[in-house]
């Protein structure tokens, strides 16, 4: 209790102090707040870009490894004409993964995007959209947030009926008065009935496919409208994706699984190359990571810096307490004050103080999260906010403890005299 009593009265001397030179005390959080604000805002907009970019690459979804001609690794050493020749991955081969993946999968799917279409509907249409065929298990290896209607049924995906899931974007522009499911569009001549709704994704800060402009239809309606390209470059070739279990981290087991296949559905002899890749999203996850972490470290630096002026001018606005104080710490020593009450008294005035300045400097921050962004939304997350706090306290007991040092050593008698 006498500890919780002293802790307490330390607060109180300190507030005191503080209101006591409200001016001083304004200018001295000044560099504090600076720089709090510096190493916060830094470290939110590295965090909201982050997270926006992340959010771009939803698209490839998360635990999937990706069949494909190209693999997802780009550079001055890329040899391209290795890959050029080999074969793209065939409905053939989404089958035998079906059929001969064991318990390490989730779900296997087929799919093929060709862009640049034009969806009409009445007297309204919609141009450059992506029209996307698709394999019932689409769903389980990528997204498909549906806001209205439903998604594909067995019987539609084995029949190829022309029934179609569609963006936000396009169901806005091809039927604004609303009702989109079981509304009737066109693409290259042919009817479709809507039976779902995408949910509205929004601007995305990199320019990815987005659900907003997508159009899903089964994949063997696709294949009606589409030659499918054999080679990948005369016309839309198909990709597939395999979406492992969620209790498998590292998927090696899916991988190695992925590769036995097909290396024998393609016949390939054990000391020949693979003519095929396996992509994984880790890949771009591992990327941004390591690009952000570096962004992030700059920005620390560069506020780190301002919060050391502001440290300095803290430090010195306690060094000048003290010397004003003097005659009030002998006389507090004289009437049985302990030096370490004396310390706390200063330490806590310059954590208060730092506390002080930490805060607004936060809050500045989050004012700025208030603007309205549509390509770059800023939220300043709850970790920041403690971080923040964080190293105000700490600049408060670098700053202060000198100062509170000497205020505690003083001697009683002297301090009395002291003008």
Known sequence: MLALRLTFESFRFALDALKANLLRTILSLLGVTVGIFSIIAVFTVVDSLEASIRHSMDFVGDKVIYVAKWPWTFGPDYPWWKYFNRPVPTVREFQALQRQLGNNRKGVAIFVVKGGNTLTAGSN??????????SYEYRIVSNVPIADGRYFTTLEMDAARPVAIIGATIAENLFPQGGAVGQEFKVKGQKFIVIGVMEKEGKKILDTPSNDTNCLIPFGMFSKLYALSANG???????????????????????????????????????????????????????ISTLFSRIGVIG????????????????NIMFVSVRERTNIIGIQKSLGAKNFFILFQFLFEAICLCLIGGGAGLFLVWLITLIPQDALPLTMSAGRIVLGLLISVAIGVVAGIVPAAVAANLDPVIAIRAK
């Open 125 to 134: 249409s919609v141009a450059d959209c992506a029209l996307q065929g698709v």
């Open 233 to 287: 470059m005369s016309g839309p070739s198909p990709s597939l994706g395999v979406k492992g279990r969620d209790d498998d981290p590292g998927l090696l087991d899916l991988e190695y699984e992925m590769r036995g296949v097909m290396r024998n559905i393609r016949g390939l002899k054990p000391r020949e190359e693979d003519n095929f890749a396996l992509n994984r999203p880790e890949m771009f996850a591992s990327a």
């Open 300 to 315: 620390a630096i560069i506020g780190g810096l301002a919060t050391l002026v502001g440290g300095f001018g803290i430090a």
